[in-house]
Structure formats: C-alpha cells, structure tokens
C-alpha cells in the first residue's frame, strides 16, 4: 500500500500523448465524452500506481489508445480482447512503441488466462449475462487495489449493463467507486476504502473537481442511500 499524502503522479492529464496525437494526428478519440475520457486515463494512472498487475480491455476502440499510453507509462502489459479481429488490429501503434500489447481474438467469456489485473476496461457485448460474466471474471482477477471501469453505465440504450452492475453491488461482490459520464469504475468491497482514500487525497482529483463534477466527500453518503432505495 502507498501512503494517503496529497501527491501528483508523474504525468499529468493535460501532458497526456493521446491527447495530443488525436489533436494533432488524427487518432480516433474515445466515443467517451471528452471528460470521461481524462478521468479513465486519470484512473488508470492510479490503478497502476497502487496496484501489482496488468491492463485488460473486453472490446477495442478509441479508448484502447490511453491504455496504449497507461502500458508505456507503467510498464505493463495491456491484454485486448475482441472477437473482432479487424478491431483488434484498427489502431495505430507507431505512436506507442513501449507499449506492451497481448492480443486475444475471441469472445470476452471463453477467457481462459488468469491474469493479475490493475485496471480493467469492459466495452464488450452489452447483454446481461455476457456483461454480468466480464465483470465476474475481471472481479476474480483483480490484484490488490485493482479497479473495473464498465463503459455504458447509465446509458438509456443499454440498460441491461447498468443492471448488472447494481445487482452485483446489491449482491455484495463490488462497491461503486466513481460515476462518469457514461462509465462506472467498481472494485472489490475489501479495496474500497482505499480507493475512497486515495481519491480524495491526490491533488489532481482534487483540481479536476469543478471540471468532472466530482463531489468526493458525500459519495459514500450518496451511494449508500440510493443502494438502499434501490433495495426497497
């Protein structure tokens, strides 16, 4: 475990490559929204600062190229899997020759490797069972402090993902730790209190408040009223 004191990591999300390469090279940019595209890297950067593992992503797209960098950044390796090939293949790698990228074409539930995981992005199939699966597998194969960003949280046209992940909270496998725009990061319940910890402590958070609209201090409060309401 690290230390809870006020730090900023090493790069900062404006010094971020991705971003200057879709500004100036015309890299497909995240169909995320442009601030929860900055809060993916900027929990990534934290996954891989506080926990042992590697990066995994279930579905490719224009958010693989900030693991691309998080891989450069960390020196992990980032596992893609799709079962689309020609996805797995669509990104221009020039711009990130460190990065250590393992490619799986197959679908997300015939996984079979057990990988200790920082930082997983699921954006696959969007159905309950194969959403609920995904989870399940990347919650098995967290390292310590590993965090889980599920794209198309709160999404109106995929309700079945957001239903996955409060049944999974109600059941007591994960806690919310962070809502985006379109994205919840969950982890397992013994890690969330770190997490709690380490958000409101880091100094970057802390200045992206106003802009992410972000309000650390109550969240527990918040999410421990609406998981009751739910339940009633």
Not at 183 to 210: C, N, R, V
Request: glycine share 6%; with cysteine; net charge negative.
């Amino acid at each position: 475990m690290i230390g809870m004191k006020k730090h900023l990591r090493s790069i900062m999300i404006s010094q971020a490559k991705f971003l200057r390469l879709v500004n100036e090279f015309g890299l497909t940019p995240s169909l995320k929204s442009y601030a929860d595209t900055l809060l993916f890297y900027k929990m990534g950067q934290l996954a891989c600062d506080c926990s042992d593992g590697d990066i995994l992503e279930i579905g490719v797209g224009g958010s693989t190229y900030p693991l691309f960098e998080l891989s450069e950044y960390s020196k992990r390796t980032l596992i893609l899997v799709d079962n689309n090939e020609d996805n797995l293949h669509a990104q221009q790698t020039d711009y990130f020759e460190n990065a250590k990228v393992v490619r799986q074409h197959i679908d997300s539930q015939d996984l079979l490797l057990s990988p200790r995981l920082a930082y997983c992005h699921i954006d696959g199939n969007k159905k309950y069972d194969v959403t609920r699966s995904d989870v399940h597998f990347c919650l098995l194969s967290l390292s310590e402090n590993g965090i889980i960003c599920q794209d198309d949280y709160g999404n109106s046209k995929w309700p079945e993902v957001t239903s996955v992940i409060h049944d999974l909270v109600h059941e007591g496998y994960c806690k919310i730790v962070m809502i985006g725009d379109s994205s919840a990061w969950i982890t397992k319940p013994e890690y969330y209190d770190y997490w709690m910890a380490l958000l409101s402590e880091d100094l970057e958070i802390e200045f992206l408040h106003p802009f992410l609209g972000l309000d650390i201090d109550s969240r527990q409060t918040y999410y421990y009223r609406n998981m009751r309401d739910m339940k009633q």
